[in-house]
């Protein structure tokens, strides 16, 4: 079972939790910040999130090098989304994290799952044209014009098997 980071909640401005996505159900889960650096300091793994220091005690902080967590959407309102870190570089309101990588009929396809909760396949091509464009896309990485899956990406081989990519 793996979880990944799809957004923050907040009230106001005031943060009241996560939303995550769990491999194993393919449902969405709520947590709390505590939750969250509770499950890391275990040693569990939360996608998106490594934990850091902050005034002295534990802070999360986005996982950029591991997991390609760039930024992150956030929830403040009723069907309103904004950028944890504001950036002019595109102008698309969406964030993806890839999840699974499949073959189908000779064709590399990830599975992504979006703050709106919604999971979609895309072809290779689909996504790297989404990561040109600037969206942030969590969970792989462009390099030499290759896409790659981070870890705790679910890696699907001919034979079915579920492997964990590196």
């Not at 896309?137 to 705790?152: D, F, I, P, R």
């Amino acid at each position: 079972m793996c979880m990944y980071l799809t957004n923050g909640n907040f009230l106001g401005q005031r943060l009241i939790g996560y939303d995550c996505y769990e491999s194993k159900s393919k449902g969405f889960i709520g947590m709390s910040e505590k939750q969250i650096i509770d499950k890391l300091k275990k040693g569990e793994r939360v996608y998106g999130f490594v934990l850091g220091r902050e005034e002295d005690k534990d802070a999360l902080v986005l996982d950029a090098d591991g997991f390609n967590m760039t930024n992150l959407q956030l929830k403040t309102g009723v069907n309103n989304l904004s950028w944890m870190n504001e950036n002019a570089e595109c102008d698309m309101n969406i964030a993806l994290v890839v999840v699974t990588v499949s073959e189908e009929n000779g064709k590399r396809m990830y599975e992504a799952v979006n703050a709106r909760h919604a999971r979609v396949w895309y072809d290779e091509s689909k996504l790297k044209m989404l990561m040109e464009l600037g969206v942030p896309v969590a969970g792989v990485k462009l390099v030499k014009n290759k896409l790659t899956a981070c870890e705790g990406v679910a890696v699907n081989g001919k034979e079915g098997e579920e492997k964990e990519s590196a």
